[in-house]
Each structure stands twice: as C-alpha cells, then as structure tokens.
C-alpha cells in the first residue's frame, strides 16, 4: 500500500497548489482492488486547488485508467474505463455543506479537513464512479449455459418427487 498523501486542504484550495498528474497501482488502494475482478492496472490522477465564482475553496480531481469488473450476468472479466473530473467544493461547517447540497442537488461538496487524505479521495471518486451492475452488452452464451448448467432446477427436483410413487 502506498503512503499517503496528506493535504490542508482548505490551504491547498486557496493557494491554487497542484499536484501534477501521477500514477498509483490499483492493488494500492485495497477498497477499490476489493471491488474489482482483478487488482492489476494503474490509474493516472491529479488534483489541483481553486476558488469557486461565490469565493468557495474547490479541487479539481482527475482520474483516468482501465479496471477490470466482474460481469454480473456471466462472471467473466469486463474493461472499464475510468474517466473521472470532478470538481469538490469545501465547506467549513456540516450545515453549510448540506445546505449547499440541498440547494444544488449537482453540487460535489466535502468537509474540508487539515489533513484530507488524497488517495483516499482518489479512491472513493473512482468508487462512485462504477456501474452498480456491470454487465456485457452481449455475453457469450457458452459461458451463460455453462453457469445454468451448473445449477439443477429446482422446480424439475420438485416434479421428480411429485411423481416418485410412496
């Protein structure tokens, strides 16, 4: 696992820091290598600090890469191609924040922290971005039969028994 990457990031917003375009493993952030079908690949990330048009502390976080998900109709491997560019804005106190969010319901936004932790940031962005159920758009049928046949009917273990003479 890598180390992390420890940020102010209310200074680093107001600052306009940035951190240019690095590489991190995906088995490196073991939440995310936790939901995929297979730990390999890397991700290229980078985030920079800004002020928003109302004066509000913002990061602009980039992340692209290819995982590999599970289909979950055949269970087979499937790319997926991560893209993310999301811009999160600070808010100092919880009300402020759900305020916010309630008022744009579009509205990415975080408590800002004094040590906001940037892979974990990374992590939980590529997190939200993945399909709840992913799935080919045309799966193999071998592999679909395979997995039916593997399974007995329950109802045709039913029929059999209803028809077994006492």
Partial sequence: MSQPILINSLDFARERREISTRDIAVADLPRLADALASRDGVLSWSVSGHVDRLHRPTLR????????LACQRCLEPLPHRIDADTLITQFTDEERL???????????????????????????????????????DDCRPDAI??????KPNPFAVLAALKRKPD
């Fill in 145 to 150: 039969e395979k997995a039916k046949a593997d």
């Fill in 61 to 68: 976080l980039k992340v692209r890469g290819d995982v590999m």
């Fill in 98 to 136: 759900e305020a916010a969010c309630d008022e744009d319901e579009d509205l990415d936004g975080i408590l800002a922290e004094e040590e906001l932790d940037v892979l974990a940031l990374i992590e939980d962005e590529v997190l939200l971005g993945l399909p709840l159920a992913p799935r080919h």
